[in-house]
């Protein structure tokens, strides 16, 4: 029998291989038509009877992405939640419930819905290759797992391991699932299909949680579990902002032990948090994040070779994520002394990915430290790191362009300095981009993008072709002082300077900010990236944009304070941690929380009104992304216009009246309120 998704073939052995292949897709996904195929073919195969069952892809990228999250946009009400919901359950227990045994070979990425259809097999092997990942990343669009996957994994690996991975959403790696007992082996790829027929045939016992995890889950050990599990999520999702982790947690406290009631449950509950505000905010990331994706598949770069100039904590973290996405990099200093200790925290980087001692010293063979330059007349992609002056990028450009390929491109890391100003020291300025990383770059996933006017359009396809290959979220903006992250930034971390100048403790501050949803306060992140670069990017905005910048950041550059390089700024920092000792007063927190984050969004309306990005939704995607403002949110502009873009303004109004020019509102907001 033919199918659309999938192809069905019996071998000699009478085992059946069934490769999933959902057509007109680059990635297999669950949708509602290819979970219905698969209905079908599990009827069918159950009627042959073979001796086994194996579940494989036909995607050379991955087993199985999860769900269709593009159906999830038109789900109206929890009827229509629940219908498409209880759909994926009913395959999964059909998986489940064949007479005979079944295997999934995981290969690349295994996520969501993919990995709840590994957990109703009876085994699973895994790909031994570092692209195999497996995850349950539902957590991270405002759900949890819902085809069965909270059961089956609190099942197969225990609570402890299972309650990790779901509340994190993050990604396993094939040898560390192997540890879990989320996969029953890892193998090389000339083993697989010998590996399948093993399992098949043996039927070892299916992996199951051990005693520990059995007194875990047990009725009298449950709440005791599920309280500290709420404690510990709660530091990084509070409960009002984020209501899945929770509703996870008191899924398994009140269920766990009964399969009916627990997958009933399940179902109910993804079906009341898929329509509600979080969950489609964070659909609408998501989605935003495959946008600023697909900026970087228009062309593809064969670049090899990256030379990185300024083995500072930038250039050097530029360099060890470049080697660990595969490049040769070269990095280039004064001297080999400047260079030494760039090399040590990218092999601390580096080690801390692969773990696989093979693969870290491959990685940190690609990292050739360079103190004479002489990567530079090989490189595909020149990255210039350098301190943020425009003398110095300007003398350091006009040297270097002569040793360079010709067609080699040419990026800058600056973070406020526009590129017409940059591109005068050049020859041929058509090969000169902005590529500008955040700090840190291993966790940092936007990059901003920016052209001069002479940059050829080849350059700007190459540039954002190379930022997808490094696992970077590429976003354009226009060349403008402080492009249109640190633009909008700056006006948030001064006012809390302003604050703290005025008396506010930096903890009433920083809590306040935290309370909106912001990852980290303002206060902690200027520490963070160093007191004397905010006060250098802070006073070009000044000179630029007439920013006003408090002179208590200053007077504390003066005095050496920088803050977490070297121990101190707004915070006493001890083994990377701020010690959060009490100071100033308490201050009145609405207020407090209203003046940093309406400053922010005034400052996001006044890139609107210049272009800085193309369009709204560009701009909260780079500020979700490049800032972590509050995910749940949906964005900046889609939070202004849930809250009413009237009551923003009249805010902005009363604060400009108490506090002076700086929250006077920009035009944008009027002309919204106009209609235009």
């Known amino acids: 029998m033919s199918y659309r998704h999938f192809r069905l073939e019996y071998d000699t052995d009478d085992l059946a291989w069934l490769q999933v292949d959902v057509a007109d897709r680059t990635v297999n996904v669950l949708s509602a038509e290819v979970l219905d195929e698969f209905s079908r073919v599990l009827e069918d195969v159950s009627t042959h009877s073979p001796a086994g069952l194996v579940i494989l892809s036909g995607k050379d990228n991955g087993f199985i992405a999860g769900a269709d999250v593009s159906e999830f946009t038109r789900i109206e009400n929890r009827e229509e ?38 957990l109703a097999c009876d085994y699973r092997l895994a790909l031994d290759d570092p692209t195999t990942v497996i995850g349950l990343p539902e957590i991270r669009l405002g759900i949890h797992p819902g085809f069965g996957g909270t059961l089956r994994a609190i099942e197969t690996l225990g609570v402890r391991h299972a309650m990790d991975m779901m509340l994190s959403g993050r990604a396993i790696k094939a040898h560390q699932a192997r540890r879990m007992g989320l996969v029953d082996d890892c193998v090389p790829e000339r083993q697989m299909f010998a590996a399948a027929r093993h399992f098949l045939r043996q039927r070892p016992p299916r992996r199951r949680a051990g005693w520990l995890d059995r007194i ?37 406290r009140e269920h766990a032990g009964n399969r009916q009631n627990m997958l009933a449950a399940e179902a109910a509950s993804v079906a009341r948090l898929i329509t509600g505000d979080t969950a489609n905010n964070l659909i609408r990331v998501f989605f935003l994040q495959e946008r600023l994706k697909q900026a970087g598949r228009q062309v593809r770069d064969e670049s090899r070779h990256v030379h990185v100039i300024g083995a500072g904590v930038m250039g050097g973290d530029i360099a060890a994520w470049c080697a660990l996405k595969g490049f040769t990099v070269s990095l280039q200093d004064q001297s080999p002394e400047r260079i030494a200790p760039a090399i040590g925290r990218a092999w601390k980087t580096i080690q801390r990915k692969l773990r696989d001692p093979r693969l870290v010293r491959g990685t940190m063979d690609r990292l050739i430290a360079d103190a004479d330059g002489y990567g530079l007349a090989k490189a595909d992609i ?14 350091l450009l006009r040297e270097i362009e002569p040793r360079m390929r010709p067609d080699a491109l040419l990026a800058t890391n600056t973070s406020s300095i526009p590129l017409e100003e940059l591109e005068k020291a050049l020859k041929h300025p058509d090969r000169l981009v902005a590529l500008h990383f955040f700090n840190p770059v291993a966790r940092m996933q936007l990059v901003e993008i920016s052209s001069a006017p002479a940059t050829s359009e080849t350059s700007r396809t190459h540039i954002a072709s190379f930022a997808t290959r490094l696992s970077k979220l590429p976003v354009a903006v226009r060349s403008s002082p402080g492009f249109l992250v640190n633009r909008v930034l700056m006006p948030y971390m001064l006012e809390a300077v302003q604050l703290y100048e005025e008396g506010v403790s930096k903890q009433t501050i920083d809590r306040e900010a935290r309370r909106f949803g912001m990852p980290m306060g303002p206060l902690e992140l200027a520490d963070t990236v160093g007191l004397d670069i905010c006060l250098s990017v802070a006073n070009i905005l000044s000179q630029r944009l007439g920013m006003p910048v408090p002179g208590k950041l200053g007077e504390m550059v003066d005095l050496g304070l920088t803050g977490r390089k070297n121990g101190q700024g707004f915070y006493v920092w001890h083994k990377g941690r701020p010690q959060k000792e009490r100071d100033g007063k308490a201050g009145d927190a609405n207020d407090v929380q209203d003046r940093l984050i309406l400053r922010l969004l005034n400052e996001v309306a006044r890139c609107l009104s210049e272009g800085i990005v193309d369009d709204p939704d560009l701009l909260d995607a780079g500020i979700v992304f490049g800032t972590g403002f509050a ?46």
């Open 382 to 395: 020149v990255i210039e790191a350098v301190f943020e002056d425009l003398d110095v990028k300007t003398t």
């Open 216 to 252: 875990l889950g047990s009725r009298p050990v449950r709440p005791l579990l599920a309280r500290w599990l709420a404690r510990k999520t709660n530091r990084k999702a509070p409960r009002d902002h984020y209501p899945a982790p929770y509703a996870l947690i008191d899924l398994w």
């Open 631 to 676: 995910p749940f949110t949906g964005g900046p502009v889609h939070y202004m216009q849930h809250v009413g873009i009237d009551t923003v303004a009249a805010r902005l109004d009363e604060l400009a009246q108490r506090y002076g020019e700086r929250f006077a509102r920009d035009a944008w907001f009027q002309r919204q309120l106009d209609g235009e």
């Open 81 to 118: 939640a629940l219908a498409h919901i209880e759909r994926g359950q009913r395959c999964m227990d059909a998986l489940e419930a064949l007479p005979f045994p079944s295997i999934a070979l995981i290969h690349g990425f295994c996520m969501g819905g993919g990995t709840e259809l590994a």
